[in-house]
């Protein structure tokens, strides 16, 4: 027997062998699932053998199926019903049996889904991220970056088996007999339709996660010099290369002024200015040296070189009387800029050239290029200033995006700015998502604002760069671990930018702890507007590994007096009651705060934040946070593993080099410690075990990077 309910263009099922399926025309299958029931006559699933099913009625609207399990007296109707895109499934007995109804299933939602929530859900105030195929009771959708669909599921858990495929979840929705007991809801353009016209999913092969870096401008602007770069270089391969910093960019400031080289920075890109003598090969050079990468700045599509147009007027915007198009910005003589002509193939392949340049002969590998959100206006109220006037504007820009991108090749990272220039999408390996910052706390708001506002696009269609992360004075300590922990665990782009060998130890330690950034992923697929949803509290930043899975709690007070703020339980996602507790501990001060049913509440000092790992207590001994990084363990810990038989807990980290690494270990009553023992991959390490209180202390320090295995023993 076999039944089909055809819906359109919208959701159809098909009914065979006990199982029902689910497509769409944007998503294919997406769901797969069977039924159970319990009721006073016994326990019957769809899928057992000897069940019989008969298409009852079939119509554009309803497929009822009856369903008679082997040996079972009672007859159950399945009655899948259409209204618009949302398809619904109720299971019916006969006269007035009552029983309680099981739908289980599995969803085939791309190769990386996603879960999280569309605007219509419930956040609770939280702003939620994850690594991993997490779980969360407050997620109803699943959402596939590849064909910007997503699959809501209202009344189901939705839920991931650490045991099976990442691409693999399944999901169980409860009911009983005479109710709607299963719902499915498609979605289409659940990017596109917050303005996103160029969607296009980001392409993680290259840059599995967004940029950790320094960027020159927002301590030195354009007064950066070739011995001021030589220093910070110097200072970041010593104090942070090895925590995962990676990336060193030259902002504005190195560039001729109209074939110039007496100049703090023009628009001319042919070659640098005095303060640059040793040449740009020479940047880059000193930074791979250093074991990072080079990065530069620049306005690819304008120039302030009067010999460049005059010599090839043709390449650049030209009024229908010949005189040139010229526009502004910041540049320090306030002259205006030559354009380049997109629709003139030879001006293209002046871009390709320049970066030729940019990329192999002085050997950048990041480029940061800015103005760009203009560019596409630009060229629509040019557009008779144009070779080829019919091209949209935004067609335009696209095309020296495009140009670029074929002169660098896919291993070099592009970054589009500032603003947040949306037709860049495709081309773009990374974005800035708002305006420039300040080194204040005022300055810092237009980062925390834009965080939220466009962190649904980020590790989507590319890695979004909220602006540099400043953590020098005038901002205080704890402003400074605000901005520091907001920027990490948002997952988003991490670049700092202060006079790096004048930091005080204290604000460098803040570093080391949020480098590098990790593989996170939204689970807001919407822009979260402060103005209508508030500025949240909380950012949960939910984490799956192979060996466990685990919540990253930040709590932030941003009032200007101290705040109680309750952190819940439920609304983070987790499951509560049953006697389920969990540990929380506190990573910026190393404080184990007890187990909790239900959750917790903190009193915070004006504008300052806390960060808890919560872990669900499991009875045995057990990892709780390490120090390496803020995650706590997402980049420090490989493997984990509870040896029950024997009462061992294998580990196996990562260790910086002359970096203390702290293992937390909570020892429930009943166990005792017995002996620690390391195994280092390369050089004996310095290991010491303290306890306090129910925490067991796992101090470890390496000479050098590289990966340790340990055990821990214990006796009960």
Request: proline residues 6%; charged residues 25%; glycine residues 8%.
């Amino acid at each position: 027997m076999e039944g089909v309910l055809e819906m359109g263009e919208r959701v159809s099922v098909q009914f065979a062998d006990g199982r029902f399926v689910l497509a769409h025309p944007a998503t294919g299958v997406f769901a797969r699932g069977f039924v159970a029931l319990s009721t006073e006559r016994g326990y019957v699933c769809s899928l057992e053998r000897g069940a019989q099913f008969e298409i009852v009625s079939e119509s554009e609207e309803t497929l009822t199926v009856c369903w008679r399990p082997q040996g079972n007296l009672t007859a159950f109707e399945l009655l899948f019903r259409s209204d618009e895109e949302v398809l619904m499934l109720q299971v019916k007995g006969a006269g007035d049996l009552q029983g309680e109804v099981e739908v289980h299933g599995e969803l085939f939602m791309g190769p990386e889904p996603y879960l999280g929530r569309l605007p219509e859900e419930e956040n609770y105030g939280v702003f939620s991220v994850a690594h991993g195929p997490v779980t969360s009771k407050t997620a109803k959708t699943l959402f596939n970056r590849f064909n910007d669909t997503a699959v809501t599921l209202p009344q189901s858990e939705i839920y991931h088996d650490p045991s099976e495929p990442p691409d693999r979840y399944r999901f169980v929705s409860k009911g009983k007999l005479g109710e709607t007991v299963f719902v499915a809801k498609v979605t289409t353009d659940v990017i596109r339709r917050h303005g996103i016209r160029y969607y296009a999913p980001i392409d993680k092969s290259v840059f599995a996660h967004a940029p950790t870096g320094w960027c020159s401008w927002y301590y030195y602007y354009q007064n950066i010099t070739q011995e001021e770069w030589e220093k910070n270089v110097k200072w970041l391969a010593e104090n942070l290369r090895d925590f995962g910093l990676e990336w060193v960019q030259l902002d504005d400031g190195w560039q001729l002024d109209n074939g110039n080289p007496k100049t703090s920075g023009g628009r001319d890109w042919r070659g640098p200015n005095e303060k640059f003598s040793k040449g740009m090969k020479w940047v880059a050079d000193i930074v791979k040296q250093h074991g990072m990468k080079p990065g530069i700045w620049l306005i690819p599509q304008k120039t302030d070189s009067d010999e460049l147009f005059n010599e090839h007027p043709d390449w650049f915007l030209r009024k229908p009387d010949g005189t040139p198009v010229r526009i502004g910005d910041w540049h320090p003589r306030k002259v205006e800029s030559y354009v380049v002509d997109p629709t003139n193939p030879d001006a293209l392949e002046y871009l390709k050239q320049l970066f030729h340049t940019l990329a192999y002969d002085w050997g950048f590998d990041y480029f940061k290029i800015d103005n760009q959100p203009e560019f596409s206006r630009w060229y629509d109220e040019h557009a008779d200033a144009r070779k080829v006037p019919e091209i949209p504007g935004s067609e335009a820009y696209r095309m020296t995006l495009k140009a670029i991108k074929e002169a660098i090749g896919p291993n070099k990272y592009l970054l589009g700015c500032y603003g947040i220039p949306l037709d860049g999408i495709g081309f773009m390996n990374g974005s800035r998502t708002g305006g420039d910052m300040e080194a204040s706390w005022q300055g810092c708001q237009v980062m925390i604002r834009t965080i939220t506002r466009w962190g649904f696009l980020n590790n989507v269609v590319w890695w979004c760069d909220p602006d540099t992360l400043c953590v020098r004075e005038p901002l205080t300590l704890g402003e400074a671990r605000i901005m520091a922990t907001l920027v990490s665990l948002s997952g988003q782009a991490l670049m700092t930018s202060d006079k790096m060998y004048e930091l005080p130890e204290e604000r460098v330690e803040i570093l080391r702890r949020v480098i590098p950034t990790v593989d996170i992923h939204p689970m807001e697929f919407y822009p979260w507007d402060e103005d209508v949803l508030g500025r949240p509290n909380i950012l949960d930043l939910k984490v799956a590994k192979h060996y466990g899975s685990w919540d990253v709690v930040a709590v932030f007070n941003w009032q200007e007096e101290p705040t109680t703020i309750h952190v819940d339980f439920a609304k983070l996602g987790l499951a509560v009651g049953d006697g389920i507790r969990y540990h929380v501990f506190e990573f910026w001060s190393k404080r184990y705060d007890g187990q909790f049913e239900d959750g917790f509440s903190l009193t915070l000092p004006i504008r300052t934040c806390e960060v808890f790992a919560i872990r669900q207590a499991l009875g045995h001994p057990q990892v709780i946070s390490t120090s390496r990084h803020i995650t706590q363990g997402i980049v420090d810990l490989l493997d984990l593993v509870w040896d029950a038989n024997n009462n061992e807990l294998h580990g196996s980290s990562l260790l910086v080099r002359n970096d203390p690494y702290r293992v937390d270990i909570h020892v429930p009553a009943g166990f005792d410690f017995v002996e620690l023992v390391t195994e280092p991959r390369k050089s004996p390490v310095t290991a010491e075990v303290k306890r306090e209180g129910e925490i067991l202390v796992v101090e470890l320090l390496s000479k050098e990077n590289q990966q340790v295995d340990w055990v821990v023993r214990f006796r009960r």
